[in-house]
């Protein structure tokens, strides 16, 4: 049984910064990339940014120079540091990741709970 627990997320005001956690627990041989998506009301779920399991990275185009993704593989954790916050980075941000893990075969695809950032004007 696999599991991506997030953490992080909160209320903040525009220009302020917050840090999400994303942390992939259970029998895990290895992960591929990981990833942020963000969703609002009536709007499918969007991308916000991908690493892959190189280290390289995509961002969706309005949070390029404000956010910044990591991962440390030794924890199976993805990071998503975010600056300069506005009013529209607000929804319910979500974790995936693509990975092996015992007992299943093949890749398999899993998202995390979702955590809630809101940033106020």
């Known amino acids: 049984q696999v599991q991506l627990v997030e953490s992080g997320g909160g209320l903040v005001q525009a220009g302020g910064s917050l840090r999400l956690s994303c942390a992939a627990a259970?029998?895990?041989?290895?992960?591929?990339?990981m990833g942020w998506y963000r969703e609002v009301p009536g709007k499918q779920r969007e991308l916000v940014a991908v690493?892959?399991?190189?280290?390289?990275?995509n961002y969706a185009a309005s949070v390029k120079g404000r956010f910044n993704i990591s991962r440390d593989n030794a924890k199976n954790t993805v990071y998503l540091q975010m600056n300069s916050l506005k009013p529209e980075d607000t929804g319910v941000y979500y974790c995936?990741?693509?990975?092996?893990?015992?007992?299943?075969?093949?890749?398999?695809?899993?998202w995390g709970q979702g955590t809630q950032v809101t940033v106020s004007s």
């Open positions: 690493i892959a399991s190189s280290g390289s990275t």
């Open positions: 995936k990741a693509h990975l092996y893990s015992t007992g299943s075969w093949g890749q398999r695809q899993y």
């Open positions: 259970g029998s895990i041989l290895s992960i591929n990339d």
